[in-house]
């Protein structure tokens, strides 16, 4: 398990900012121009770049840092290929993807607790200064590993430094239950065991979404409230695969913005709300060694969970006309979900993921 941490190194002088920049540019501008190359010479393999595809690009950079950038132009022109759309990378973003060669952290003991030590493009290595945070310590004195790989950003708001910290994990659980989690808006998250948490979600999108960085009061209301579930009696988590979250920008939908933007915008960020809690979820079953599965999406929310047939739903009510289940749509939609990660047979030896089916027992049990 990896995590990452950002430190801030926004306490750095003025001589040091324009340094750094000058370095950034022209890493930046190395790894375009061998962007360039590698996709005219349609080099798509391989985990590095051999040195005749760089000769000819005239930099400043040292023969390290050449490589280092060349590495990181291969990586972007790869994982462009993976796409649909087969275009030339382009960068916009000022991130370096650094070693331990070029980055170091170190610790210090005046009002800075932590020192970068970063190799710039000739000269004596530069020191930055920065402090520890709450979120960095509770790796750093937990016993994570600090990993030696770093990445440098420059964003509107300054200079920072991403680390990564690593774990190993204890084996997946083998005890629990199996239970489906509904994602919606009226409440955030419902899990057919009975748990419900988020209630307030669309109180809050409403409250927000006007707001200049409404997406980061969203983004934490949703973390909080997902921490909140009590995965203890849980052992393997099932939820929906994520629908189509591009429909959202099609040809209709950009006349549907000119049109009436607020509810244009409504629809963008509760899309974006949940595939936010989709990657949260993800996470927090890796913390708590639950197993994830996710299965289609249709139809989960019409149909009766207790005979099969179409039933009627209102709101938040659903009643089923056949065998007359009355009872919460959302709580029906999770047992839905559930059953059709039942029917998928994770636990059957042909499946990847197998692991020796043990009884269901509660944990209070064992
Ligand atoms: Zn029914």
Redesign the pocket.
Known sequence: MIRRATLSLNYVTKLKQSILNNLIDEYLSFMQKCINTLWNHNIFEGSFVPKKYYLHIRTSLTERYKQCAAKQALQNVKSQRKRTKKTKPVICKATLELDQRFAQIKKGNNTFDLWIKISILGGRPIYLPTKRHHHFNSFYNKGWELLKSCRLRRTKQGFFLDVFFEKQLPPIRKLGEMVGLDLGFRKLAVISDGQIVGGTLKQEIERFYRRKKSHLIIKEHINSELKKIDFTRIRVLVIERLRDVKKGRSKKARKYKKKRRNRYTNRLLSHWAYRHACTKLELLCEENRVFLIEVYPYWSSQV?H????R?IRRDEKFV?P????KGDADYNAACNIRDRGLSLGVYGPQSSNYFPLVPVVSMEEV
């Open positions: 009766c207790k005979c099969g047939s039933g089923c056949a065998c007359g289940y």
